[in-house]
């Protein structure tokens, strides 16, 4: 095992370094784990990027980011084990998911520990590069599982970039009998339309308000993507993505008994998730390929943000350093 390893650190607002770090050292119940490769997390990723903080928090973003910051939808591979770890042995491929213990190395580095139980064991034959955005996929797990009475139900889905995407598919394979998709740019409509029964320019849109769906899951996060849902479901707008700005909640929706209920941190644990979104993508119920624009190494990461914040690209996987 070698003292040091490479670590991506975001330095200040568009500015980037690859830096040395010591590779870290597992905790009795952790895991020493070499990335393979890491997803962006869109939105997150833009934002810190750009030097504004996704929740508006007062003092965010702090630069320089810790090292590895922000990447945390990663998979690899365990390379040590501490000593009380009994489920995980080295050479397990694993998707790992964002750190809760802090203030260790995050996922844009070359090794992270992890402890054991915020980990899903993947089988040997894993692709780790379509396994990467994983984490994602748990957020998509829990924001579904948070609607309980999927089955059978018309889904809407407004803005069809990573978390549209993933929420097509997660609504499907727990369950709903119809879903339908909503953006207004032709390239997500079209990574879009293998996971939907329908999807629709938002400009075209206007027929499925009176059509009704059960229930909408809005990740676009966009003010105009919400009012939009608002008017689309019948009972309740789940609001996944972050908001952009404040939306219209209008007399008109109060009349029709419609509610906005965001996501949060509800529902089952993230680990549990993660481990559901992972046994959904080893049985082909989630395909993250269409999601990975660009598969880059971490000497083009500013590329791969620029990509991301042109909306040019889904998600941007990196993998080497070169
Ligand atoms: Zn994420």
Redesign the pocket.
């Known amino acids: 095992m070698p003292d040091m390893c490479l670590a991506l650190q975001v330095t200040s607002p568009r500015k980037f370094e690859i830096i040395e770090i010591p590779v870290p050292e597992p905790a009795a119940d952790e895991v020493l784990i070499e990335i393979h490769a890491c997803a962006t997390?869109t939105n997150?990723e833009i934002q810190t990027w750009r030097g504004t903080d996704i929740f508006d928090r007062p003092g965010h973003p702090i630069y320089p980011q810790n090292p590895g910051s922000p990447g945390?939808?990663a998979a690899g591979i365990v390379t040590a084990v501490g000593a009380d770890v009994t489920g995980l042995a080295v050479g397990d491929k694993v998707a790992i998911l964002?750190s809760m213990r802090g203030p260790e190395n995050d996922a844009h580095a070359q090794y992270v520990t992890r402890p054991e139980d915020q980990i899903a064991k993947l089988r040997p034959d894993t692709d780790l590069l379509r396994a990467a955005p994983l984490?994602?996929g748990l957020?998509a797990v829990r924001s579904v599982e948070l609607e309980p009475d999927l089955p059978g139900m018309t889904v809407g889905v407004v803005g069809l970039g990573p978390a549209g995407i993933l929420h097509l598919q997660v609504t499907r394979a727990l369950g709903a009998a119809r879903v339908i998709g909503v953006d207004p740019l032709p390239a997500r409509r079209e990574a879009a339309a293998p996971f939907a029964d329908l999807v629709v320019d938002s400009a075209d849109a206007q027929s499925l308000l009176e059509e009704g769906a059960d229930v909408v899951f809005e990740c676009s996060g966009h003010p105009s993507g919400m009012g939009f849902g608002l008017g689309w479901t019948r009972t309740v707008l789940r609001e996944f993505a972050v908001p952009s700005g404040p939306v219209q909640w209008a007399k008109w929706e109060w009349m029709r008994g419609v509610a906005i209920v965001p996501y949060h941190w509800r529902g089952d644990n993230p680990a549990n998730c993660l481990r559901k979104a992972a046994k959904l993508f080893e049985a082909g119920q989630i395909d993250t390929s269409p999601l990975i624009s660009e598969v880059l190494p971490y000497s083009r990461y500013d590329e791969g943000l620029e990509l991301l914040a042109s909306q040019q690209a889904l998600k941007i996987v990196y993998q080497g350093w070169a």
């Open positions: 997390c997150w945390h939808e964002g984490e994602m957020c």
